[in-house]
């Protein structure tokens, strides 16, 4: 048996406890101080956290990338260090623990836990659990012009409540995978870098030239490659399996209608326009990015994509 199996054997053989969110945690919704106040942003010094803070990290945050003045915050007050913050409108399940007191954007749902709860859980333990919690949310969320978690059901979920023993060890694997998938990153990042050289060295002009005979080489105007097409709404095309592209990329919706089937090259128009999408399956596109019907009998797809992000369009 595991350490983990031997801990459960010995601490809980008639099965774990569970705890509503609603009993366990105090639950607030996060807000955007008035942008047309500039004392409230003006040399801010309390964390004001959002998406853009928990994507690309390890999702243990200790500064924001905006921060706010002490006149922006309600007289709820903070939310304390060692909250939980969860994405519950439009891009749902990301999530968070905040190691300082700070505010968070009206995306996000703040979860404390309560005082009594203090001694019984490690923190890091229900962090890892709102993984769990996360895929939940995906799977009940109700639609209007935007998802949204069902917050009544939310308030219901259930957390597990294992003794000290068994969290803390739990705790300390997962921490050791955590830091296993930091190295992976940098490595990515490395080997990314090393690409892009590459990338950039293969399809410069003067190199292609050299390698191929100035004669083989010619230089062709975008439009006589590629048709530029813009996105759409995807709204009223339904539930399917059919993903939903923005500019930043895939967007946990899916339609049973399709823009595109052939391979393309999405080009970003708004938003995080240097990301660039190379794709050969059906897709639905909304407006901040376009697509590109390729003329294959002059250029290869993934030719184009790559020469594409050599650019840096």
């Not at 945690?25 to 942003?41: C, I, L, V």
């Not at 905006?66 to 006149?71: A, D, I």
């Not at 903070?78 to 519950?88: D, G, V």
């Not at 097409?229 to 990329?249: C, E, F, M, Q, T």
Request: hydrophobic share 40%; glycine share 6%; net charge neutral.
């Amino acid at each position: 048996m595991s350490r983990i199996e031997d801990l459960i054997a010995k601490h809980c053989p008639n099965g774990v406890e569970l705890i509503e969110l609603q009993k366990l945690f105090t639950t607030r919704n996060g807000y955007t101080p008035s942008r047309k106040n500039p004392e409230y942003w003006e040399n801010g010094t309390i964390p004001w956290f959002r998406l853009a803070d928990i994507r690309g990290g390890d999702r243990i945050l200790t500064e924001a990338i905006e921060n706010v003045s002490p006149s922006a915050v309600k007289n709820s007050g903070l939310f304390p260090a060692n909250t939980i913050i969860i994405s519950t409108l439009a891009t749902i399940g990301e999530h968070a623990l905040m190691k300082v007191p700070g505010l968070c954007n009206q995306q996000l749902t703040a979860l404390t836990l309560r005082e009594k709860y203090a001694a019984l859980f490690n923190i890091k333990f229900l962090f890892y659990y709102t993984f769990v919690l996360a895929d939940w949310c995906k799977k009940n969320t109700m639609n209007s012009s935007f998802a949204s978690v069902d917050m009544k059901q939310f308030k219901r979920f259930g957390f597990p409540m294992p003794p000290l023993e068994v969290q803390d060890e739990i705790v300390r694997i997962l921490d050791s995978f955590t830091e296993l998938e930091a190295n992976l990153q940098t490595e990515l990042k490395a080997r990314s870098k090393q690409y892009e050289y590459y990338r950039d060295s293969l399809l410069r002009l003067e190199n292609l030239t050299n390698r191929l005979g100035k004669e083989n080489v010619k230089l062709l105007p975008l439009g006589q490659l590629v048709v530029i097409k813009n996105g759409k709404d995807y709204k009223h095309l339904g539930a399917g399996r059919i993903p939903v592209y923005g500019s930043g990329g895939p967007m946990d919706v899916f339609v049973d209608t399709p823009s595109y089937s052939k391979p393309t090259v999405l080009l970003p128009r708004k938003g995080s326009i240097t990301n660039i999408f190379y794709l050969d399956e059906p897709f639905w596109n909304i407006d901040t990015v376009f697509y590109t019907e390729i003329d294959t009998s002059q250029i290869i797809p993934k030719f184009f994509y790559h020469a594409v992000s050599s650019c840096h369009i």
